[in-house]
């Protein structure tokens, strides 16, 4: 196959580019088509047979550009995720003319986050995930919508919304150009050797396969847990977290940030400094970040982290939590106690969590956001009142 244009010249978007072993076509199709990619060539030929497909084809009259490609599929085709990876985001993005309110889902896999576009909007409870769970290459996540094809965007990590292009305007920052990345999926998938294509890094040829394995349900699914969780705004990866080796969840630690949103958030992405994070931030507005899966360790509460969940609520030192907050958290505080089995009285406030190493005259956290001053005590309270 011809190798990509980098497009649009003078200002081109980079390319999507992984080295992922284990890759897997997006879509199991029965379309004769379904390996066809449409874009433009080095050498400015179109290839394929459909242009408006391509990648920042004009959309809209010209007022747009398509800042995804388009794959050959039907109504209710299985899609799977290319490469293992985390669901980000997932939520109503273009009605389709059948009149279907079609979905964008994110999955942050290990270079990029791919927006499996135009899916149904059931796939959550059909394919048993939640956002923050992990996917494994292959796992089925969702179905085609009426569009009757896969809408395929990639972006740079940490992303979990799309973005669009109106024509004349800036180029998205956070767009990756998908052609090169497809078309190396599909070298694999029909196992045909492709020409080299320049801009892209070259993938290893494994994983030849057009099926994926049955539908593996994603970790912490033991349970049928009768609360759902609270929506999730978006999973924004913090690099800073380990292993549990092994350890179960039995707690739940509350934090108080004293320091805005999204102080905590870029503080949380940085992968030098203190080297801190949570699994959730939860902002005064109530909506609630993800930033470390639950089955990982997240550095939150010094010498108690193996075995708990980290919650930031943000608040300043002598702050209450704000309605919206009480609301999310208590939300999430239930459905993570049903979900790992851990009783209420296992809610700890970060200076009165079992195993927190005070060898440094313990914290000031979570300060007064639970009301009735800093103590175990007022956390329980709460616990009692909210969840
Ligand atoms: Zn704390």
Not at 58 to 79: N, T
Not at 94 to 109: I, K, W
Request: glycine content about 10%.
């Amino acid at each position: 196959m011809k190798a990509p244009k980098h497009i649009p010249s003078g200002d081109p978007v980079d390319f999507a580019s992984s080295d992922t072993a284990t890759t897997f076509w997006p879509v199991i199709t029965a379309d004769p088509k379904q390996f066809e990619i449409n874009y433009q060539a080095i050498d400015n030929s179109l290839v394929g047979s459909r242009p408006g497909r391509c990648f920042l084809a004009e959309r809209s009259g010209g007022a747009r550009r398509h800042v995804g490609l388009d794959l050959f599929c039907a109504h209710r085709d299985i899609v799977v995720a290319c490469e293992d990876g985390i669901v980000v985001a997932y939520y109503g993005f273009y009605d389709t003319s059948a009149g279907e309110l079609s979905y964008a889902l994110f999955v942050q896999h290990e270079n990029f986050v791919i927006n499996y576009g135009e899916v149904k909007g059931d796939a959550q409870q059909e394919f048993s995930w939640r956002i923050g769970d992990k996917v494994r290459a292959g796992q089925h996540i969702a179905r085609v919508s009426t569009t009757n094809m896969l809408h395929f965007e990639t972006y740079i990590n940490g992303t979990g919304r799309n973005q669009r292009w109106m024509t004349g305007a800036a180029r998205p920052n956070r767009l990756l150009n998908p052609t090169g990345y497809l078309i190396g999926l599909a070298t694999r998938a029909t196992g045909q050797a492709g020409a080299p294509l320049a801009g892209v890094t070259a993938s290893p040829v494994s994983a030849a396969v057009t099926s994926a394995p049955a539908a593996t349900h994603a970790e912490a699914h033991g349970s049928n847990n009768s609360h759902p969780k609270p929506q999730i705004k978006e999973f924004i990866q913090s690099p800073n977290h380990s292993s549990r080796n092994g350890s179960g969840i039995d707690m739940v630690v509350v934090h108080c940030t004293e320091i805005p949103l999204k102080e905590t958030i870029k503080i949380f992405q940085n992968p030098g400094g203190r080297q801190v994070s949570a699994h959730y931030v939860i902002a005064r507005d109530g909506d609630i970040y993800q930033m470390v899966s639950d089955s990982d360790r997240a550095h939150h509460c010094k010498g108690a982290n193996k075995n708990s969940i980290g919650i930031e609520h943000v608040g300043g030192e002598t702050d209450s939590l704000s309605d919206a907050q009480t609301e999310a958290s208590a939300g999430l505080v239930r459905w993570l106690l049903e979900q790992y089995d851990i009783p209420k009285s296992r809610v700890f406030g970060h200076d009165f969590a079992p195993g927190y190493d005070r060898s440094k005259g313990g914290t000031s956290c979570p300060d007064m956001l639970f009301g009735g001053g800093h103590s175990q005590k007022a956390i329980q309270d709460w616990v009692g009142k909210h969840v």
